[in-house]
């Protein structure tokens, strides 16, 4: 499954090993923008961006994130939505 350039990741019981691979996937297909919502969103954007980062040795690794605890899914979408990306992209909803 290829994913859109920005992805809302919805998190509802919290980190789960297929993030890991998940991230990969994400920065092959190209993702600009991850922005996670749920159970322990901070953490998990953490973790993502440890995932992107690696040892710092790749600089092609790269995905903004942001986590949004206590906001609406609605919101989360709409401040996607007006994330600028090149080419300009939908937003997926997907579940960890």
Not at 50 to 78: A, K, M, Y
């Amino acid at each position: 499954m290829a994913y859109e350039k920005k992805v809302v990741l919805r998190c509802p019981f919290g980190y789960k090993l297929a993030l890991d691979k998940m991230v990969e996937d994400f920065l092959e297909d190209g993702v600009a923008l991850v922005a996670v919502i749920g159970k322990d969103c901070e953490k998990i954007e953490d973790i993502i961006d440890e995932l992107i980062v690696g040892d710092g040795s790749n600089s092609e690794r790269f995905i903004v994130t942001t986590s949004h605890p206590d906001e609406s899914l609605q919101d989360v979408v709409e401040f996607a939505e007006a994330f600028s990306t090149d080419p300009v992209g939908k937003v997926q909803i997907t579940e960890l």
